[in-house]
């Protein structure tokens, strides 16, 4: 795959894959800044209020009414973590050039309308509208307290709070209730000025445009950024390994309890590891599923994600409360299993090959393209999926048990019925 | 095999019905690594009642849903461990008129092909492992009770409804799935899992003439019967104005639902459809003046939207989201579709909510997945999904006025409503 990496400005970066099976284009900018416990609710309210309106069109209404003229364009915004990154700015989707009904070309407009929602929003007296800022408040504030309706969600989300409490990863992408609540115009105003000249810009496109269109139309439309004092990038810190393991439950009006375990990892060999997690809770394929889920019959779900930029590896699962001590008794087992290499052949091969899919087929969808080029560079990476691939045929078993090895339980997190017998 | 070349869309279809009966749909994806299979038949949650050999059987509510599940065990063990060799990613779902098992993957395609189509037409279950996927089954049961968009849609369609098994939840209960026995489960596939009761759609870079090839080798050279099925007689009535529970949310959610009049089998299924959803943008959608009104208002967010939805002897209209003035948003939604019955749609907004329209409907041909669903739904009504731009532009101003005098009225709408505990 062809992938043009240039640099528009100071701190300003424009990746560009052209393709032209796609039926639309896809354009991101995304602003890359630390995330951190003071900045999070005003970073994630920001792109909100921004979308509200510009100075050409100043509300909803005739924003929607130029994106419907543009075939349905749509332009959403995004607040998304990347490692110890926040990052916020707007995802937009339009129809190819080739299926726009008399020739209408719509990378240039909507181009500008991306550029004009960051450089030129809708503002009196030089701030943003309070009514925008008070409406998206309470819709940010609503989100916080409404992660609490998916309890999948809201389990995972507690577990990597409690186990990276006090590191910028516990830090929730939207921020914390209190410090949204306490936002005021001025006070999003100043965060906006501030994030839009020293940020990291990370520019994406995909589609059918040749990259010196696509190059010229990013420059016009960012053409008023202002710049100063460019931040570099800041790196992700693993997790500290804890000595004695943190334990939490809470209860709750459920009638499925939830059972989050946290686990660090030493070994910085993240292919290795990468498959090590495959294999013991990261496909339908793997431990978990078949000896928690379909063997045990103890869960619906057990499941495992490995965070590579923090070192980390959480299993998620959903239990009956009185089973609760045998599903973690069992999650254990599985990954001693794992550590121990007692597995079969096609396990690990199956775990690589699932690898190896993912990485192939990320091509085929512009949205997986562009979180995975937005991850690499808000984490300073530059390997492409294919590289990885690579990388992943080629880590042989020793070094996935050596890496495994290293993994060890450092926090577990209980969700229970209110009523639950202990 | 009969070649479709679809000018506005850029797409090819290849069709090709087997002597057995089964109609097999290939969209050839040149410049794509991901080959996706789709082999769906026509049974879901709705068809618990139907005539086997001459006589009426009434099976429990979640049969059709838990065959899915033991359908992927086989005499060698499991299907999905032998996908999953492969780095093919598969999975099943179950919807109210329709059970679909499909894979991904990019290396051994057709060897893919191969074991989906055996173990969807090979049964092989115990009583044992039918009595063992009570367990997994019963949690997901737990884990969707638990989930308040199930519980609030769910609720919608029993309001609504008053007899017609499209009321039941795919899943069943707790108590429903006890009853079920490895030959319920042997006379429901024996049914419905007949090759001229089926579709497979393979979307990728492939041969179609090996796909063909290959199904008229794998499947049982015979169809069976035409199946009679019993839907419940349905009244035009709603079953219940209003219901209501208390969940474990943070903000109150409701869903607005209206019935309407289902439309016949052929294109006029698709041109429902088509004007279905347009009536959903138009009364609701992100760009309509009800939507900024309330918006604005700050009684709706961005979690509001609505759809549009068919199956057998069913058409029903909802929208719903978070909001704190559930009724009052339901009262405006009537209102507003009431104002437009008599003063009509504004020429410039309709003109620009089908362009915006045909732009998603063209979004929506990047999905594979979508691309395999809508024709095999479209299969199963007897129209072709890819026709849409000429549905499109024979659908008017009036069709969609006429469709909200008929439909969108007080005595069709039902209101369901999830409150936080006190």
Same mark, same amino acid.
């Given at each position: 795959m062809e992938v043009i990496r240039t640099q528009l400005a100071d701190g300003v970066y424009l990746t560009c894959l052209p393709a032209r099976k796609f039926k639309t284009s896809l354009l991101s900018a995304q602003f890359v800044t630390p995330v951190g416990e003071k900045t999070a609710a005003v970073y994630a309210l920001l792109p909100a209020v921004l979308r509200r309106g510009t100075m050409r069109y100043p509300d909803m209404g005739s924003l929607s009414a130029v994106l419907d003229r543009l075939y349905g364009a749509q332009i959403d915004y995004t607040v998304r973590k990347k490692g110890e990154s926040h990052c916020i700015g707007f995802v937009a989707s339009f129809i190819d050039d080739a299926f726009v009904p008399g020739g209408e070309k719509l990378l240039e407009p909507v181009s500008a309308l991306l550029g004009e929602l960051i450089c030129a929003p809708a503002t009196r007296n030089g701030r943003f509208l309070p009514e925008y800022v008070e409406g998206e408040r309470i819709n940010l504030v609503d989100a916080i307290r409404g992660v609490l309706n998916d309890k999948r969600d809201y389990a995972d989300l507690r577990l990597l709070r409690e186990m990276c409490a006090g590191e910028p990863y516990g830090v929730s992408r939207f921020g914390d209730e209190k410090s949204a609540e306490k936002i005021t115009p001025q006070k999003l105003y100043a965060g906006y000025t501030e994030l839009i000249a020293s940020a990291r810009l990370e520019l994406f496109y995909s589609g059918s445009a040749d990259p010196k269109r696509v190059e010229q139309a990013m420059l016009n439309a960012f053409s008023a950024l202002p710049r100063k004092q460019v931040r570099e990038l800041r790196l992700t810190e693993p997790h500290p390994a804890r000595q004695a393991i943190k334990r939490v439950t809470e209860e709750m009006d459920v009638t499925q309890g939830k059972l989050g375990m946290g686990f660090a990892c030493g070994s910085r060999d993240t292919s290795a590891l990468l498959l090590g997690n495959t294999l013991f809770g990261?496909?339908?394929?793997?431990k978990l599923f078949l000896n928690v889920r379909e063997k045990l019959s103890l869960c619906y779900y057990a499941s495992s994600v490995y965070h590579r930029q923090k070192g980390l590896i959480t299993v998620s699962s959903g239990v009956e409360f009185e089973n609760f001590q045998k599903a973690y008794d069992e999650i254990l087992l599985q990954l001693k299993a794992v550590q121990e290499g007692q597995m079969e052949d096609w396990e690990l091969e199956g775990a690589r090959s699932t690898l190896m899919n993912a990485y192939a087929s990320m091509g085929d969808s512009q949205a997986r393209l562009e979180n995975f080029y937005l991850g690499q560079a808000a984490t300073g990476q530059s390997d492409s999926p294919e590289e990885l691939a690579v990388e992943v045929r080629e880590t042989s078993a020793e070094r996935i048990f050596e890496a495994m090895n290293t993994v060890t339980l450092d926090t577990v997190y209980f969700l229970k019925g209110k009523e639950a017998a202990e | 095999m009969r070649e479709t070349f679809y000018e506005k869309l850029g797409e090819s279809v290849y069709r090709e019905t087997l002597p057995n009966g089964l109609m097999i749909c290939v969209v050839p994806k040149p410049g794509y690594a991901k080959k996706y299979a789709f082999f769906a038949t026509?049974?879901?949650?709705? #068809?618990v009642r139907f005539q086997l050999n001459g006589r009426w059987l009434d099976t429990p509510a979640g049969i059709a849903h838990y065959l899915e599940h033991k359908?992927? #065990?086989?005499?060698?063990?499991?299907a999905l461990q032998e996908l999953a060799k492969n780095g093919a990613e598969p999975n099943a779902f179950t919807s109210n008129a329709m059970t679909g098992y499909y894979f991904d993957s990019t290396d051994h395609f057709e060897e893919n092909l191969k074991i989906l189509l055996s173990f969807v037409s090979i049964p092989y279950f115990t009583e044992e492992s039918v009595a063992k996927e009570q367990g997994i089954i019963g949690q997901e049961i737990r884990m969707i009770e638990d989930n308040p968009d199930w519980q609030i849609y769910t609720r919608m369609m029993q309001a609504l409804y008053q007899r017609s098994t499209g009321r039941i939840s795919v899943a069943g209960s707790i108590e429903s799935i006890r009853e079920i026995t490895a030959q319920t489960l042997y006379d429901c596939h024996k049914a419905f899992y007949t090759p001229s009761n089926m579709i497979l759609t393979v979307v990728g870079d492939v041969d179609p003439v090996h796909v063909v090839d290959l199904a008229r080798r794998i499947l049982p050279r015979e169809g069976g019967p035409v199946i009679p099925r019993d839907y419940g007689e349905e009244p035009a009535e709603v079953a219940k104005k209003e219901t209501a529970a208390r969940m474990e949310v943070s903000t109150p959610q409701f869903l607005t639902g209206y019935k309407c009049a289902p439309a016949a089998e052929g294109e006029d299924y698709l041109r429902l459809a088509v004007i279905g959803d347009m009536t959903c943008d138009i009364l609701?959608?992100?760009?309509?003046p009800l939507y900024l009104r309330l918006y604005d208002k700050g009684l709706?967010?961005?979690s509001f939207g609505g759809a549009f939805e068919m199956m057998p002897g069913m058409a029903y209209l909802y929208a719903g989201g978070d909001s704190k003035e559930a009724k009052t948003v339901a009262a405006e939604i009537q209102k507003e579709a009431d104002r437009l019955v008599r003063e009509g749609i504004d020429p410039d907004f309709y003109e620009r909510v089908r362009r915006a329209s045909f732009g998603e409907n063209l979004r929506g041909l990047n999905s594979f997945e979508n691309i395999a669903v809508s024709l095999t739904e479209g299969y199963f009504h007897g129209y072709d999904p890819f026709r849409f731009p000429q549905v499109f532009d024979a659908v008017a101003s009036e069709d969609i006025l006429r469709f909200l005098r008929e439909n969108i009225t007080e005595e069709h709408a039902v209101l369901s409503l999830i409150l936080p505990r006190t």
């Open positions: 990261g496909s339908s394929n793997s | 026509r049974y879901g949650g709705m #068809d359908m992927f #065990d086989t005499k060698e063990g499991n609701l959608g992100d760009s309509s709706i967010n961005g």
